[in-house]
């Protein structure tokens, strides 16, 4: 069982920045692969990113390739999602998730937080 609390959304301008938290409560058992999701209005949710336990391991969706970069720190069972050079596209709501497979999301939800795009 693993909850996971989002923070960091927000509203910011083309070519703006801002970084996601997702902080993991986990009672027992090794770090999960931890990834990022959205969902964008009248769209289905897509995969964003992914990383392993170890934090080397990181792979990403082509539309945010270059741009956004995933990372965790297991000290604190947290993994954050910066994001770069933001775009109207990138406007959705923000998911973390645990135990992700490859691009397919894993059981475990976050509540969502919103990430808002405008010029």
């Known amino acids: 069982q693993v909850q996971l609390v989002e923070s960091g959304g927000g509203s910011v301008q083309i070519g703006g920045s801002l970084r996601l938290s997702c902080a993991a409560i986990?009672?027992?058992?090794?770090?999960?692969?931890m990834g990022w999701f959205r969902q964008a209005p009248g769209k289905e949710r897509e995969f964003v990113a992914r990383?392993?336990?170890?934090?080397?391991?990181?792979y990403y969706s082509q539309s945010v390739k270059g741009r956004f970069t995933i990372s965790r720190d297991n000290a604190k069972n947290t993994a954050y999602l910066q994001m770069n050079d933001l775009k109207p596209d990138d406007t959705a709501v923000y998911y973390c998730n645990a135990n992700v497979r490859e691009t397919e999301p894993g059981p475990y939800w976050g509540q969502g937080t919103q990430v808002t795009v405008s010029s």
């Open positions: 986990q009672r027992t058992g090794p770090p999960p692969i």
């Open positions: 990383i392993g336990w170890s934090g080397i391991s990181t």
